[in-house]
């Protein structure tokens, strides 16, 4: 009986690791993914502040060698597989003689930590459906079927762009352009804003309809693969500061093509200290019109 207990608690214990693995990600993963050029230095604007009110601990968080430390989302799975090794331990101790009044102790704290566990699930569940009707009202900011379009970026973008030189890697160069006749990077760039937030709330919520909205096909297969590797898995991206620039207009193969850099402070995990983030977005539009701007790359920037 005794090796049998044992049993059950290593294994159930074995699941809380599992479930460990999949950990939170944003939309790219923080990688790069899809169409790649090389990326310009960062300028001293695109480089994001620290709150105000951060520790100095806090801002070492953000450095590249704190990233590992940063711990895992987990899944519900993850604390029931544990209260239930606990409850093995309990009748554990209880067989092993440690006394009826320590298994009691041991059994009330449990059911203490289920009822917490049961309570934060309630809380999120209640909070996702107050978010929902902001997410909801982003709709109305239009991207890949009337947003980014004519009324936002005229139709004369792309007639001064410069076009940028093929690379012996065949990488294209992404250069500081001016921006074509009538094209508003202000206006441009906000919108980008809108739909970084809207995309990282739809990769959250696994929502595929808005991703393929906003991407080419080969970007929207990649942020499906990703959705495919956390199934079920809760996830919630905070975009605590964001800053986006416009690095480049060209032309090429018949495409618009537009890259956006985009910089800030970011929380994937819960309760973790915001990381810096630096990546460029490239948007691309058929010079015919057939489509609107969509997602075909994300690039992590030097």
């Known amino acids: 009986m005794k090796h049998l207990l044992l049993s059950v608690c290593i294994a159930l214990s074995g699941l809380v690791i599992v479930q460990s693995d999949a950990e939170a990600r944003r939309l790219g993963g923080g990688s790069s993914a899809g169409m790649k050029r090389t990326t310009p230095a960062a300028t001293p604007d695109a480089t994001p502040a620290k709150p105000a009110q951060a520790a100095p601990a806090q801002a070492q968080a953000a450095a590249p060698t704190a990233a590992a430390a940063t711990p895992p989302k987990r899944s519900w799975m993850g604390p029931l597989a544990g209260l239930a090794a606990g409850l093995g331990l309990a009748a554990l101790a209880s067989h092993l003689g440690f006394g009826e009044g320590l298994a009691n102790i041991m059994s009330i704290l449990l059911v203490v930590m289920l009822g917490a566990v049961l309570l934060g699930f309630v809380m999120k569940y209640l909070r996702n459906k107050r978010n929902a ?61 809108r739909v970084f937030i809207r995309l990282q709330a739809a990769n959250d919520a696994g929502d595929l309809d808005d991703l393929r909205r906003f991407t080419t096909p080969e970007m929207f297969a990649v942020a499906r693969q990703e959705l495919l590797e956390r199934p079920g898995t809760p996830q919630q991206t905070d975009v605590v500061q964001l800053q986006a620039a416009v690095a480049e207009h060209a032309e090429e193969d018949g495409r618009q093509i537009v890259s956006v850099r985009f910089s800030g402070l970011i929380r994937e995990v819960k309760d973790a200290p915001a990381e810096a983030f630096n990546e460029i977005w490239h948007l691309v539009r058929p010079l015919d019109g057939s489509r609107e701007w969509a997602i075909a790359g994300i690039q992590q920037a030097a």
């Open 133 to 193: 009707p902001a997410a909801q009202g982003l709709h109305g900011m239009q991207f890949a079927n009337a947003g980014f379009g004519s009324a936002q970026v005229p139709q004369s973008f792309g007639s001064g762009a410069v076009t940028s030189q093929t690379k012996p890697d065949l990488i294209p160069s992404i250069a500081a352009t001016a921006a074509p006749i009538g094209f508003d990077n202000a206006e441009f760039e906000t919108i980008a804003k």
